[in-house]
């Protein structure tokens, strides 16, 4: 067995034909053009048998070694030049002739055999990959824990376990003109709205992009009005709720590399709900969805409404109240708009910051922002505690909205209201939710209304909105997902 | 399958668009034309709107799949129509603008004492432009938001009950009332914004048949909140206290104290601002249609920049709220006058079409 | 795309212009608690002693209540005056109660009420208080830090148990303004160093005319509304010395009744029946044999309580302070050209009014 790299090779074909370039001549052989295409990929590897005249052309990283090694290996190890033929007739060598289809199966981790004017894929692909692990971003506490991985076969294997059907299709669709990154649209059929697919599998064909490396970028490459604040389709990291996504009629989108998966069409309100809810008791699972709910708006307006209160109205306040506010914000020299703005800056500061560093060095800037922020910064009458607090509930509560997506949208829409708030008081926190509220509107998401069940208002919707209702009561899939079957189960 | 607006959301459209400013000064303009149990004129007045209603559903019967464009010109051309679009357009675009003025001079009295009201009244522009130029089953998506925020103010009205007393309404029917005709007026105008289903029906799902019955419903909930507060504001001041108080409702409103919050009129109010830009944005929608009929060649942001900037030229020194007082006299009796006129010229002109033998539709 | 731009940049625009005119931002006001208005003992009789106080936060953790003073004609100059006597800026939003010295209510209170009508700031559930003598007095007199609340807590205690009437500004300018009816308000004063509820102050028109003990005060609620708990300390004379009752009441309401002749009021009849509960007696000697008699007890307190309210009823007409409003329960019983055609000032002399009680005793506590 002689092993060498094929730029060695290579040089001594360009010694053979000097005029022959880039481009494949029809007078070379398809190992030769492969080989060609393969220049300067050091990674790649040729492997050559002197005494059948076979070449295995492959990335020895793309296979997996022990497959390769009994597959292919060691059967030609011990071949007799009489039976290669019947070797090479294996079913799982599949014959092929173009170039292209050769480097494309090479590059997704295949070998290619070839053998005088014959060449095969073999596929025995096995590069490395995470294993199955809960998802980082999208815990729970009850249910199935398990969350997607990089690897688009393995999560494709985690969907077709749970929805064991026929109907389950799965489209494939390149995207990226360098890349050529699988993405995988995946409906049932006769349940999602073939129009959708159909329209859905259109723009995915239509992006002009180098590359796509995640389902985040993906779905603002696909988005019904790319440039708003809010995404419009939501991305999942579990299974069960893909599952669910599909059986409701909704598409799903996958990409290869990405753990995120996309549901389509999304509408505002799912960015609030999670698997939790539907494995809780009803009641809980309601309870937990209002406050949410409470959450958001406690996001979006409560340290706007302190700006209000503080700089404006404080005729609002119960004299006791106002009384401590007043007090805290005795010695702090700037306006309350600065110091909100000053603090709200602080508290994102030590979000990003704990995101980015290891968990280990993240502790350290909880207490260090614990202490300066807490302590440190009323004390030296830089801020109010009153405000602390406000900051703080109005931080936590961003974290109860379950998509980081949508949380860290809502927060940037948090600091144009408390700038409203700090120029026109409660005039302005009503200015900023009216804009907010006409953009949510004039989204849409595949075509459909982003504020969906609230506006348009479809009440058979609403015993998943708000109120998780018992599974006896949800009959019917969502309005906006258009399926063609409407009620679940058996007509 | 979404792009049309549901009969539901028609409904509180409707309801919408009615409700504007004059609700705040209701109660006072029932008590000084009316005097005592002025609120029982509600009832009556919205019982005529509903006449109007009839009309309008009257023409909407007769020329079914025509808007009322085509019905107008399939009598008269378009060239010749033109000044007459231009007329509503420009009075129904005065009104709104007005209205939004009469807004701004109150947000001005409660808190902003020392800015200047142009700049409060050119933000709200802004909003009306910004909501003015998406679509109207945008308008209408946003609108029903706009509902579910404001609905639950009217809710509060319970607070009052402990402090109301049926002794105050005395046994007097318009007794030590000023004007009752003049009140007459006022009260419908505060009814107005219905006829802009003149405009509106091309938009509406009408798959079910019976959708124009929503527009009753949109008025019964404008009915019943105005007569409700009404009534509830005439147990609670006394009839020459409701004279002299300017907006009854918003002392109603400021009323209420509980525990965290106190004063809550100078949230609620503001939270009116997004009644008012409905109001204003459906008025400034239908002005458009009319203008674009005029000059096809507009797109909506254009003809609605139009109008917003036209009408604001020309009440640029309307500023006074007395003066926006009158104005809003004027310019609602005028939009009153269509309400009722539009409707019937539309019957006519259907009558002369049939009678000519025109089956278009 | 283009549009979301341009929004931004006219809003920018927009707010570049707008001044921040309007902000009020905490630390630098000054909140009113309270306003006293007393006479002042200037000769000019249209001048009013106006006395304040308010918070100052300039120190860390504590505020201090200052107390300040001026003398004005109206009670926006008063303002004015008292805001250039500090570095706060003087703001009326928090005001709880107003206080009016009985001289100066007797002169008619109705410019200070119409002027706190028609300021936006000021709300309406802003107590309207007469106290006895110097209205200033009273704000030597209490002795802690928050003295708007004070006076606001003492107030509501009391109304809430139904012992003085209850009166806001909405309340009296409602009163006021109706033309059946005059207003009355809480009569506070000072015994010793201690800030006291005495009763209530009588109104006509916007001018204070006399005042109700406690007692009698309750007696008033009881005719004008219905009750929803109180008590009464009935003494009722005996051969030797008084009986004692002690009767805690939860229910109580008033029923009107016109009797006319003709055209003409006869009288008006008020009936109230009032449920409660007996929690002392005095007067009964308890045997094993002869448990309290309810009907006996329930008779006296009626007696008791019929002779006070006629009492009650001499003084109104002797102040001529329409508080229960009789004209209003004339007016609601005749027609619109009857009402016009009688004397609104004379009904309260003129019709007479009957007073009865019907005391139901539901329960006596532990004892039988």
């Known amino acids: ?491 | 399958m979404f792009e049309k607006i549901a009969p539901f959301h028609l409904a509180i459209l409707i309801y919408m668009i009615q409700s504007g400013v004059t609700f705040f000064k209701l109660p006072r303009m029932l008590a000084v034309n009316f005097g005592t149990n002025g609120w029982l004129m509600v009832v009556i007045v919205s019982f005529i709107v509903m006449i109007n209603l009839l009309l309008i559903s009257l023409v909407i019967r007769f020329r079914v799949g025509e808007n009322v464009f085509e019905i107008m010109e399939g009598l008269i051309s378009v060239k010749w129509m033109a000044p007459f679009y231009l007329l509503l357009a420009l009075t129904w675009s005065l009104l709104s603008i007005l209205v939004g003025k009469d807004f701004i001079s109150i947000t001005q009295v409660l808190s902003f004492q020392n800015t200047n009201s142009t700049s409060l009244f050119v933000i709200l522009m802004v909003l009306v432009f910004y909501l003015g130029m998406k679509d109207i089953y945008t308008i209408s998506k946003a609108t029903n938001i706009f509902f579910i925020l404001t609905i639950g103010i009217f809710f509060l009205i319970i607070y009052h009950i402990p402090y109301t007393s049926l002794e105050r309404l005395t046994p007097f029917i318009f007794k030590e009332g000023k004007n009752t005709i003049e009140g007459i007026v006022q009260l419908y105008t505060a009814f107005l914004g219905f006829e802009i289903v003149l405009f509106l029906f091309p938009y509406v799902d009408q798959s079910k048949p019976k959708w124009f019955r929503s527009v009753y419903y949109g008025h019964f909930l404008t009915t019943v909140v105005y007569s409700v507060t009404c009534f509830v504001s005439y147990l609670f001041f006394s009839l020459n206290q409701l004279k002299i108080t300017s907006y009854p409702v918003l002392n109603l409103i400021a009323y209420i104290e509980i525990e965290l919050i106190e004063r809550i009129e100078t949230f609620v109010f503001n939270l009116f601002l997004i009644k008012i830009l409905v109001t204003l944005v459906l008025y400034l929608w239908a002005s458009s249609l009319l203008l674009e009929r005029v000059i096809p060649a507009l797109s909506r942001k254009q003809s609605v920049a139009i109008l917003i900037i036209t009408s604001m030229l020309i009440t640029l020194n309307v500023d006074v709220m007395s003066e926006i007082a009158d104005w809003l006299l004027v310019v609602g009796f005028v939009a009153a006058a269509l309400a009722i006129g539009l409707p019937i010229i539309l019957l006519i002109v259907i009558g002369i079409r049939t009678y000519r033998g025109d089956h278009r539709a | 795309m283009r549009n979301l731009k341009l929004l931004v940049i006219v809003f920018s625009l927009i707010f570049l212009l707008l001044g921040c005119n309007d902000q009020k931002i905490i630390e630098n006001l000054g909140f009113m608690s309270v306003m006293c208005f007393d006479k002042a003992s200037d000769s000019d009789e249209e001048k009013m002693l106006v006395t304040s106080t308010f918070p100052s936060f300039s120190d860390e953790s504590t505020s201090t209540e200052i107390k300040l003073d001026t003398v004005a004609y109206s009670k926006k100059e008063a303002e004015k005056q008292l805001s250039a006597k500090t570095e706060q800026q003087i703001v009326n939003g928090q005001i709880r109660s107003l206080i009016f010295g009985e001289e100066f209510a007797s002169d008619g209170i109705n410019r200070i009420i119409q002027s706190v009508e028609r300021d936006r700031e000021i709300g309406s559930q802003v107590k309207v208080v007469v106290a006895e003598g110097e209205a200033s007095a009273i704000l030597e007199s209490i002795p802690i830090e928050s003295t708007g609340n004070y006076v606001d807590k003492m107030l509501k205690k009391d109304t809430d148990k139904f012992t003085i009437p209850y009166a806001d500004i909405h309340h009296f300018s409602r009163d006021l303004l109706d033309d059946g009816i005059d207003p009355v308000v809480p009569l506070i004063g000072v015994e010793g160093k201690d800030v006291v509820v005495k009763g209530s102050a009588l109104f006509r028109g916007d001018q204070y005319v006399g005042n109700l003990t406690i007692p009698e005060s309750k007696i008033l609620l009881l005719l004008i509304g219905k009750v929803k708990s109180s008590d009464l300390v009935v003494k009722i004379p005996q051969e030797s010395g008084y009986r004692n009752f002690f009767f805690s009441y939860n229910h109580s309401k008033p029923k009107v009744n016109v009797k006319k002749n003709g055209a003409g009021i006869k009288e008006i009849r008020i009936h109230v029946t009032m449920e409660g509960a007996l929690l002392e007696d005095t007067g009964s000697h308890i045997k094993g044999d002869s448990p309290t008699n309810y009907k006996e007890v329930e008779k006296l307190i009626d007696r008791h309580l019929t002779n006070e309210a006629a009492k009650l009823i001499e003084i109104l007409k002797e102040k001529q302070a329409d508080s229960l409003g009789v004209s209003r329960i004339v007016r609601n019983s005749v027609s619109y050209g009857q009402w016009k055609s009688m004397k609104e000032e004379d009904l309260l002399e003129k019709v007479p009014v009957n007073i009865s009680f019907n005391v139901v005793v539901r329960d006596n506590g532990m004892l039988q």
């Open chain 1, 1 to 491: 067995m002689i092993r060498r790299k094929p730029k060695k090779l290579i040089k001594k074909l360009k010694e053979l034909n000097d005029q022959q370039q880039s481009e494949p001549s029809l007078d070379l052989s398809l190992y030769e053009q492969v080989v060609n295409e393969l220049e300067g990929c050091s990674d790649s590897e040729d492997v050559f048998f002197p005494e059948h005249h076979v070449h295995f052309v492959f990335f020895n990283h793309l296979v997996d070694t022990d497959r390769f090694k009994a597959e292919i290996l060691d059967p030609f190890y011990h071949v007799h030049k009489e039976e290669l033929d019947s070797l090479l007739n294996r079913s799982f060598y599949k014959p092929v002739t173009e170039l292209k289809k050769i480097i494309e199966g090479v590059l997704d981790g295949q070998v290619a055999i070839f053998n005088q004017e014959r060449v095969f894929l073999v596929n025995v692909a096995g590069p490395e990959k995470r294993n199955i692990q809960p998802s980082e971003t999208e815990t729970t506490i009850t249910g199935p824990h398990e969350g997607f991985i990089e690897s688009g076969e393995t999560n494709l294997s985690m969907i077709r376990r749970r929805v064991k059907t026929s109907r389950l299709k799965v489209n494939k669709l390149p995207v990226g003109e360098v890349t050529k990154t699988n993405a995988y649209l995946l409906y049932i059929k006769g349940i999602a709205n073939e129009e959708l697919v159909s329209e859905l599998t259109d723009r995915i064909e239509r992006i002009e992009i180098d590359a796509v490396y995640d389902a985040h970028m993906l779905s603002q490459l696909i988005e019904d009005q790319p440039n708003s604040l809010f995404p419009q389709f939501i991305a999942r990291e579990r299974p069960d709720s893909i599952a669910a996504g599909l059986v409701e009629g909704k598409i799903i989108i996958l990409l290869e590399g990405s753990p995120a998966v996309i549901i389509a069409p999304s509408s505002f309100f799912d960015f609030f709900e999670t698997g939790d809810d539907y494995y809780q008791r009803w009641l809980t699972g309601t309870a937990t969805r209002l406050l949410r709910f409470g959450a958001f708006i406690i996001t979006i307006a409560f340290t706007a409404l302190y700006v209000s209160v503080t700089s404006y109205h404080y005729e609002m306040i119960p004299e006791s109240l106002l009384t401590t506010l007043a007090v805290s914000r005795g010695k702090v020299p700037f306006d309350p708009i600065y110091e909100a703005l000053l603090m709200e800056i602080t508290i994102e500061f030590l979000r990003e910051a704990g995101a980015r560093l290891p968990t280990k060095v993240g502790q350290t800037i909880g207490i260090v922002g614990g202490i300066v922020i807490g302590q440190a910064a009323v004390q030296a009458g830089i801020t109010s505690n009153v405000l602390i607090i406000v900051v703080a509930i109005s931080a936590i509560a961003s974290f109860v909205v379950p998509s980081y997506i949508m949380s860290a949208s809502i927060r940037l829409a948090r600091f144009g209201l408390i700038l409203l708030a700090g120029l026109l008081g409660n005039l302005g926190i009503v200015i900023g939710l009216t804009i907010i509220v006409i953009h949510l509107s004039s989204l849409t998401s595949v075509g459909a209304p982003y504020l969906a069940p609230l506006s348009p208002f479809f009440p058979s919707d609403w015993k998943d909105f708000l109120l998780r209702a018992p599974y006896k009561m949800m009959k019917s899939r969502p309005t906006i997902s258009r399926s063609p079957k409407k009620r679940k189960l058996k007509e």
